[in-house]
C-alpha cells in the first residue's frame, strides 16, 4: 500500500489497527487527535491514528503494520519532550506508551528494576523508597514524564550533577526494531561483551527502535542531606561561585541556579520562600554521611561569600527543603503563568564559561527585546533559557527562535553543545552542523540507515533538513502530508 493511498484507506487502517490493540486502543477522529499533535516544544504535527499497545507483541505487530501501510510511525511517553522528538512530523502512527505503565520488578539484591516504558519517572522512585532505593535521573518534569521518554532523550535532572543521565542509570533494553523484530541488549549484569547497544539506544530519539522494556539501575538512599540556599546580587557572582565550588573538588547532589525573573514568578505563582530582590539564587543539595556534610557545606558557603553572596541559608526542617524545591520544580510552570508562551532553549557551556555565557544571553535579551529567564542546572554547565514571547504574534516567534538559535551558537562557540537534556528532535536538527562536522552525521546516518532503511521510524528528527542547515524558520502548525 503506498503512503499517499494511506488516507483514503483511513477506515481500513483503523480496522487492523483495532484488531492488533482492540477498538479502545485507537483514537483517530480528528477532535482527538488535535490533543497528540503536540509536545513541550514549539512544533506541531497530526498524527493518523494513535494506537496504545499494553505489551511487546502489539508493538512488534504495529510496527510490521505500519511497514506494510508505508506509514511513518513515532514513539510517545507523556509528550512532555521539549524538542519535537514526539511529534509526529510526517504524519502516521502515533504509538503511545501510556498503556505499558507496570513496574515488573523491584530487584532490591541487585539494585535494579525493570519496567514499562510507560511508567511514570516518580512512580518508579516512590516504588523503590520502602526498599531504601530511589531512580536518580530526576527531570523536572519527573511527575508527568515517563521512564521510556527518559531514555528516548537520555534526560537528566537536578541530581544528575553527582549520579549521572539516564544512560549511566540504563543497563538493558527490550526493543521493537524498525523490521518489527525483538531484542534485547544489555542485561543485569554490569558489564556485556559486544558493541554497547544499550548506549546506541539511549539518547536515539526513539528513531532507531522502540523500547518496550527497561531495566535501570536503583541507587540508595543517602543517609542524610543538606539544602542550602545561596542569595547573589548577580547573575555573574553566582554563576562564579558555581565555577568556584567544582573547582574546589566539591561535587555537591545538585546544583541549581535561578535568576530574578525566575525568583519572581516562583514567588508570585507558588511561594518557595526565595528573596524576591536578590538577582539569582544557588540551590545546592549535598548527600552523604551526616558526619561529614557540615563540614562540606561550611566550605560551601565560604566560597559562596567569597563570591559576594549576601547569605547563604541551610534548610532547617524537610519541609523547608521540601519548599525550596518545590520552587524549583515548578520553575517553569511558573514561569508559564507570567507569559502567554515560553520557548525553553537547552544548551551546553563549559561551566567556567557561564558567566560570560549569561551576559551574552541577556545582551540578545536586550537586543531583541524579548525577556529571557534563567533556570538551569548549573553544576553541569547545563544552560535552559525561557524565552518569553506570544505564539499569536508571527513575528515575535519568530523572533524567539532567532534568539534560541543564537544561543545555541554561542554555546557552540565556545565549546559547548546543543543539548544538555532535551535532545535535538525537529527543534534544532538544522543546527546540528554547528557541532558536528559531515563525517560525524555521515557516520550517525550510516547506523539509522542500517536499523531503518526505509525511515519510518520518526523520520524527520536529529539530522539536518537537506538544504535547510542553519536556518532556524517558524514552523508553527506545519503538519506534513497526512
Ligand atoms: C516543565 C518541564 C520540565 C522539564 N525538565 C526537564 C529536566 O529537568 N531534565 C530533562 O532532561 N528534561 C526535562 N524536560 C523535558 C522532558 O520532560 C524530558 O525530555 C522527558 O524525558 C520526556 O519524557 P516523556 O515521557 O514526556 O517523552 P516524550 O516527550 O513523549 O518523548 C520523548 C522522546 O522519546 C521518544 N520515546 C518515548 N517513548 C519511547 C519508547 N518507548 N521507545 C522509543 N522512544 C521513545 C519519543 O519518540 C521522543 O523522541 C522538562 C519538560 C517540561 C515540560
Redesign the pocket.
Known amino acids: 500500500m503506498a503512503a499517499t493511498s494511506a488516507l483514503s484507506a483511513k477506515p481500513e487502517l483503523v480496522a487492523e489497527l483495532e484488531a492488533i490493540v482492540g477498538e479502545a486502543g485507537v483514537l483517530w477522529n480528528d477532535y482527538d487527535l488535535a490533543l497528540y499533535e503536540y ?2 516544544s514549539i512544533d506541531k504535527s497530526r498524527p493518523l491514528a494513535v494506537v496504545f499497545p499494553t505489551s511487546t507483541q502489539q508493538v512488534s505487530a504495529l510496527v510490521r503494520l505500519a511497514n506494510r501501510w508505508n506509514v511513518p510511525y ?9 524538542s519535537g ?2 511529534i509526529p512530523r510526517d504524519g502516521g502512527l502515533l504509538i503511545s ?1 501510556a498503556r505499558m505503565n507496570r513496574i515488573l520488578k523491584i530487584d532490591v539484591d541487585n539494585l535494579r528494576a525493570t519496567v514499562e ?1 510507560g511508567v511514570v519517572n516518580l512512580r518508579l522512585s516512590q516504588a523503590a523508597a520502602p526498599y531504601g532505593l530511589q531512580y536518580v535521573p530526576d ?3 519527573q511527575k ?3 521512564v ?6 537520555n ?4 541530581h544528575t550533577l553527582r549520579y549521572g543521565v539516564t544512560t549511566n542509570h540504563t543497563i538493558g533494553l527490550e526493543i521493537v526494531l524498525p523490521d518489527g523484530e525483538v531484542i534485547t541488549t544489555g542485561g543485569k549484569a554490569l558489564d556485556e561483551p559486544g558493541y554497547d547497544l544499550t548506549g546506541l539506544f539511549v539518547g536515539s ?2 528513531t532507531l ?4 522494556q527497561i531495566i535501570s539501575r536503583l541507587v540508595p538512599v543517602a543517609e542524610a542531606v543538606k539544602t542550602l540556599l545561596a542569595i547573589f546580587p548577580t547573575v555573574r557572582d553566582a554563576s562564579a561561585a558555581v565555577a568556584a565550588i567544582i573547582g574546589a573538588r566539591i561535587v555537591p547532589a545538585a546544583l541549581e541556579m535561578m535568576d530574578n525573573l525566575t525568583i519572581r514568578a516562583i514567588e508570585l505563582s507558588k511561594p518557595a520562600g526565595y528573596p524576591i530582590d536578590a538577582e539569582a539564587v544557588l540551590l545546592v543539595e549535598l548527600e552523604g554521611l551526616r558526619d561529614e556534610l557540615d563540614e562540606l557545606a561550611d566550605r560551601i558557603a565560604t566560597l559562596c561569600q567569597e563570591h559576594r553572596a549576601l547569605s547563604v541559608r541551610v534548610a532547617q526542617s524537610d519541609k523547608e527543603r521540601a519548599a525550596l524545591w518545590a520552587g524549583r520544580k515548578g520553575a ?2 511558573a514561569i508559564g503563568r507570567i507569559t502567554p508562551d515560553y520557548y525553553t532553549v537547552d544548551g551546553v557551556v563549559p561551566r567556567s564559561r557561564l558567566p560570560d555565557v549569561l551576559d551574552q544571553i541577556q545582551q540578545y535579551s536586550r537586543e531583541f527585546g524579548l525577556r529571557i529567564a534563567n533556570v538551569f ?1 548549573a553544576g553541569d554547565g547545563n544552560l535552559h533559557p525561557l524565552v518569553l514571547f506570544d505564539a499569536d504574534d508571527p513575528e515575535q516567534t519568530k523572533t524567539t527562535l532567532e534568539v534560541g538559535a543564537k544561543i545555541m551558537q554561542t554555546c557552540a562557540e565556545v565549546g559547548g553543545s546543543l543539548s544538555g ?3 535535538i ?1 525537529m527543534e534544532k536538527n538544522d543546527l546540528m552542523p554547528l557541532i558536528f562536522t559531515e563525517a560525524d552525521l555521515e557516520v550517525m546516518r550510516r547506523v539509522k540507515r542500517a536499523l531503518d532503511p526505509e525511515e519510518r521510524c ?1 523520520p524527520g ?1 536529529v539530522f539536518p533538513t537537506p538544504g535547510r542547515c542553519l536556518e532556524m524558520l517558524p514552523r508553527r502548525g506545519a503538519a506534513v502530508g497526512w
Do not use: M, Y
Open positions: 509536545d513541550g513515532t514513539a510517545r511517553g507523556a509528550g512532555t519532550g521539549l522528538g514526539a506508551f516504558p527531570p523536572s518534569s508527568a514524564c515517563t521510556g521518554g527518559n531514555v528516548g532523550e534526560s537528566g535532572g537536578p530519539e526513539g527502535g522502540l523500547v518496550t517553569f510552570g542546572h537534556e532535551h535532545g528532535g520518526n528528527k
